[in-house]
């Protein structure tokens, strides 16, 4: 019994190598049938019809963007199936899934990135690239690229801007008339962008646009694929480096409207060392943006902010200007008051027409009496508090200014409002509406696309021939 289900056991072993070596005879088989006689130098249709190359994309990572290049960097699966009529075959299968060494020996179509300005084709094990035919001669070719493409920005709305990156690809030698792309899954799903593989640190990837285009040149008409991906700026690392610092640098310029106008070192350095921080500030916020020649929207935020904080030391100045002017009055007024005063004195004692020495002695005792009652208006005031001009000599001098009473609600209620106006305007406004629109490109329509197809499909469902490698010259 043993060695009977032993026999039995080596004899289904060998029906199935035998089967497998059958399934791979047929296989080779087919491969060679083939390849007999195939011209990988001639496109298919190469006798009249059009060839229709269907496209889709998928993207694995998606980034970095760079804005001083302007550019940014993504890695896809780039997929195109087409239809290869002298590729049909009958076998046991219906799908030849084959590796990369397949694709030299038939023909693809010389596809090209157009705003590429790096492009890898990866090559780590093997050349990452899948290959499938069908039995009606539909071709299936998948590769895996790292594109780094253009990407044209306008800042004028940094950082609360959006910006459109397009990815274009078409072919390069073959016109209009001869190869037309399209949209495999359609517009909506032929590019495919999930959302764990989108690692963005200062963009948010919002949606992407797929269109077609016919290109003119000077060799003819190209159909050409493109696709927008709509990204819309992060501001959180903008807010926390640059605009509240900028707010509180503003704010502590403010504080000097409270300090006592007699403090003028403590005044001077608090306005001129909030100067100074803003001019570090605004450097270093444009360190990381490209040398443009316009305005952006931090440059307004910065030039106003920076405004308050020079018009706080400019308040400054006319306080202290004012009231040197004040301090200069008083003292013309009391120098006149002192020369009535000995005038008056002087004229009693030429009534009295005495050159005694009692009455010169009582005139310097007037006259001591008086300088006694002046001195007496006003109070001491300690040495010690009269060097750090906290406290003025003069206590007609003391008290607030009037332009510190005006700026103390002016100053912090126009910033305030400048702020409002200023948020309110940037972040209702649609950064990404221009960007999602074409604009005035060529659009390829599906009205001429349905055209072409149909002659392309007649030109299909005659009797093929077949096409000879030197019947073109």
Not at 227 to 235: E, G, S
Not at 305 to 331: D, I, P
Not at 359 to 364: C, P, V
């Amino acid at each position: 019994m043993g060695l009977l289900l032993l026999l039995l056991t080596l004899c289904w072993i060998n029906s199935a190598s035998a089967n497998d070596k059958s399934y791979s005879d047929n296989i080779t088989r087919i491969l060679d049938r083939l390849l007999d006689g195939y011209d990988n130098r001639l496109r298919p249709g190469s006798g009249g019809g059009l060839t229709e190359v269907k496209t889709d994309i998928f993207v694995t990572s998606f980034g970095p963007v760079s804005d001083v290049e302007m550019e940014y960097t993504m890695d896809m699966f780039f997929r195109q199936m087409w239809v290869d009529e002298r590729l049909k075959f009958e076998g046991p299968i219906e799908i030849l899934r084959l590796n990369n060494r397949m694709v030299d020996k038939i023909w693809t179509p010389d596809t090209f990135f157009r705003n590429s300005k790096k492009s890898i084709s990866h090559n780590m094990t093997t050349p990452n690239k899948l290959f499938r035919i069908m039995q009606n001669g539909t071709v299936l070719y998948t590769m895996r690229l790292t594109i780094s493409a253009e990407c044209p920005m306008r800042l004028m709305d940094f950082p609360m801007d959006g910006h459109s990156c397009p990815l274009k690809f078409g072919s390069y030698a073959y016109t209009s008339s001869e190869i037309v792309f399209t949209w495999r899954k359609g517009l909506v799903a032929s590019v495919d962008c999930p959302k764990e593989s989108m690692s963005l640190l200062q963009y948010d990837l919002v949606g992407q646009t797929l269109f077609s285009e016919i290109f003119k040149s000077n060799t003819g008409h190209y159909s050409v694929q493109v696709v927008h991906f709509h990204l819309q700026r992060k501001l959180g690392y903008y807010l926390i480096q640059t605009y509240i610092p900028l707010i509180m640098v503003v704010v502590l310029s403010q504080v000097s409207f409270w300090i006592n106008k007699e403090s003028v070192p403590a005044r001077t350095v608090a306005g001129i060392t909030t100067v100074l921080t803003m001019t570090t500030l605004s450097i270093s916020a444009r360190q990381s943006l490209p040398k443009v020649a316009y305005a952006t929207a931090m440059d307004w935020f910065i030039a106003v902010c920076f405004a308050f904080v020079a018009s706080a030391l400019v308040e400054f100045a006319a306080v202290n200007y004012f009231a040197t002017l004040r301090a200069h009055r008083l003292k013309k007024k009391k120098e006149r008051q002192d020369k009535l005063e000995v005038l008056a004195a002087g004229s009693e004692d030429d009534d009295t027409l005495s050159t005694d020495t009692n009455t010169h002695e009582g005139l310097k005792k007037r006259n001591h009496s008086v300088s006694r009652s002046e001195v007496s208006e006003f109070p001491q005031v300690p040495i010690f508090l009269q060097q750090g001009s906290a406290v003025p000599t003069n206590p007609k001098l003391a008290g607030t200014s009037p332009i510190d009473k005006y700026a103390r609600i002016l100053f912090p209620c126009s910033f305030a409002l400048f702020n409002c106006v200023y948020w309110y305007i940037y972040l209702a406004k649609d950064n990404l509406r221009s960007a999602r629109s074409p604009g005035t490109q060529m659009v390829y329509t599906p009205t001429i696309n349905s055209e072409v197809l149909q002659k392309d499909q007649d030109h299909r469902n005659r009797k093929p021939e077949r096409v000879s490698p030197f019947s073109e010259s």
